[in-house]
C-alpha cells in the first residue's frame, strides 16, 4: 500500500512550457486535490475532485488544468507555464468527501525559469 | 472568506518540554480543525482533528484545544523530542469540504 503517490519528484520548465503532474492512490479514496506550496505560505487549493467523473475548481485554478483519469489518478497540467508558477505541489486524496482527513502525496518540486 | 493564521511563524523548545503551537481562525461558522506535521520534504501528514462540538481532544502526545469563543486553536505536544521537529499547519474544513490551511509554525527541538 502505496499510499499516495506523485510525479516527477522534480521538475524545471521554461516559461510557455507545458506539463503534467501525475498523482495516483491505491486506497480507494473517492476524492483528490491538487494544492500548491509556497515559501512562507500554507497550502492553496487548486483543483480537486470529489469523485470519479468530477472536476471542480478551488482557490487558485487560473492556469491549471486537471483530469480524473480515473478512480486512482488525478492529473494537473499547466498548458503554458509561467514562473508565478514555481512552487511545490501537492496531492491529496481522502475516502468520502464527507470526510475531511485528507493523506497528501510527497509533492512535486517545479520550476518554471 | 476564511482566514487561518498562526500566531508565531517559529518555535524552539528543549527536548522533553511541552509545545504549545497556536493557530487562529476567523470564521465562526467552521465546524472542522485539522492539525498536519510537515517535515522537510514530505507532504503534510495528519496529527490529530477536532470538531467544533468539542473543546479538547488527546491523541498520543499531542492534544488539540479549541475556545470558539476567541476563535483559537492550539495543538500541545508533550514531552517534545527531536522527531517532532517540523512545520505545524492548522487546517480549517471551508465550503465543499475543502480545507484552508494557515501558513505553519517551524518547531525546532533543541536536544
Known amino acids: 500500500n502505496a499510499g499516495v503517490t506523485q510525479t516527477p519528484k522534480f521538475q524545471v520548465l521554461k516559461t510557455g512550457q507545458s506539463m503534467t503532474l501525475q498523482c495516483a492512490q491505491d486506497?480507494?479514496?473517492?476524492?483528490m486535490y491538487w494544492y500548491r506550496q509556497d515559501p512562507g505560505m500554507g497550502l492553496r487549493l487548486i483543483y480537486y475532485?470529489?469523485?470519479?467523473?468530477?472536476?471542480d475548481k478551488g482557490e487558485v485554478p487560473n492556469g491549471y488544468n486537471v483530469s480524473r483519469l480515473n478512480k486512482r489518478e488525478f492529473s494537473l497540467r499547466l498548458e503554458s507555464a509561467a514562473p508565478s508558477q514555481t512552487s511545490v505541489y501537492f496531492c491529496a486524496s481522502i475516502w468520502l468527501r464527507g470526510q475531511e482527513t485528507q493523506y497528501f502525496g510527497p509533492g512535486t518540486r517545479l520550476l518554471v525559469l | 472568506g476564511e482566514s487561518v493564521g498562526l500566531h508565531l511563524p517559529t518555535l524552539s523548545v528543549q527536548e522533553g518540554d511541552n509545545s504549545i503551537i497556536n493557530c487562529a481562525y476567523s470564521n465562526s461558522a467552521s465546524d472542522y480543525f485539522i492539525w498536519y506535521k510537515q517535515e522537510s520534504g514530505k507532504g503534510p501528514q495528519f496529527i490529530i482533528d477536532?470538531?467544533?462540538?468539542?473543546d479538547k481532544r488527546q491523541g498520543q502526545r499531542v492534544t488539540v484545544l479549541l475556545n470558539k469563543t476567541v476563535k483559537h486553536l492550539s495543538l500541545q505536544i508533550a514531552a517534545t523530542q527531536p522527531g517532532d521537529s517540523a512545520v505545524y499547519f492548522c487546517?480549517?474544513?471551508?465550503?465543499?469540504?475543502?480545507?484552508?490551511f494557515g501558513t505553519g509554525t517551524r518547531l525546532t527541538v533543541i536536544p
Open positions: 477536532i470538531r467544533s462540538n468539542m
Open positions: 475532485s470529489a469523485s470519479e467523473g468530477t472536476t
Open positions: 486506497m480507494n479514496h473517492n476524492s
Open positions: 487546517a480549517e474544513k471551508g465550503g465543499a469540504n475543502n480545507l484552508f
